[in-house]
């Protein structure tokens, strides 16, 4: 089953807006992560969030992290047409090592 | 990029044949992990294994058999393949602590039985 589920499926936007993804979870988790998928590449990390803490940034992504509503949310900044991709969240229960992927965010940046 | 290799990159086979994807990493890491990915389901775990000759089923074992004599390889074998399993397969690998760490993925192979 999975653990994480991102909303929404489809999301498609112009270059410079911001783009905003939510991933939802159901267990307790020791952290949280946010990976790209470029069409036919593999699986980039991007962010990992731990359970204690509520806001991480790299670039121009910023992650945030609400474990009362065991919810996390992606947001692009200034957006570009390179950022067109997939985009999942990965989330990893208490006590285990392994996170389990939702089914993914499909990002289009118009140019 | 994380040194990983996966092969064939492609492969077309047909119903009942033995099929073995390759995994090779130059990173030293302790897990190395087999998903298949397909559309509506996204990322699920076949396999996984955290160490020589150590691994453990996922969330989608049944069909799949897997084995790490090396560190560096990880292969997954289906032993009669069938259309079920025609999908895209992806090898991640991570370094091994307490909590999950990011996992490093390779770029796919694409195996269709027909």
């Known amino acids: 089953s999975q653990q994480g589920e991102e909303d929404p499926q489809a999301l498609s936007i112009q270059e410079g807006e911001n783009a905003t993804m939510n991933c939802s979870y159901k267990?307790?988790?020791?952290?949280l992560q946010w990976y790209r998928q470029n069409s036919g590449r593999g699986l980039v990390h991007l962010i990992l969030?731990?359970?204690?803490?509520r806001e991480k940034h790299s670039g121009r992504l910023r992650v945030t992290l609400d474990t009362s509503k065991k919810s996390s949310s992606l947001l692009i900044t200034a957006s570009r047409a390179a950022d067109t991709a997939s985009y999942f969240c990965?989330?990893?229960?208490?006590?285990?090592?392994?996170?389990?992927f939702g089914r993914g965010t499909s990002l289009i940046v118009h140019p | 990029d994380a040194g990983i290799t996966q092969s064939p990159r492609h492969k077309v086979t047909e119903t009942g044949t033995p099929v073995t994807l390759r995994c090779h990493q130059t990173?030293?890491?302790?897990?190395m992990y087999w998903y298949r990915q397909d559309p509506g389901h996204g990322l699920r775990l076949i396999h996984y294994?955290?160490?020589?000759?150590?691994?453990d089923k996922g969330e989608v074992s049944d069909g799949y058999s897997v084995s790490r004599s090396k560190t560096e390889d990880f292969l997954l074998t289906l032993e009669s393949a069938t259309s079920s399993q025609t999908s895209v397969y992806f090898c991640?690998?991570?370094?091994?602590?307490?909590?999950?760490?990011?996992?490093?993925f390779g770029d796919g192979t694409r195996l269709s039985i027909l």
């Open positions: 991640a690998i991570s370094e091994g602590t307490g909590e999950a760490q990011p996992q490093h």
């Open positions: 267990t307790s988790i020791n952290n």
């Open positions: 969030i731990r359970s204690n803490e």
């Open positions: 990965a989330a990893a229960a208490g006590g285990s090592y392994i996170p389990t």
């Open positions: 990173e030293n890491h302790r897990y």
């Open positions: 294994s955290y160490g020589v000759k150590d691994t």
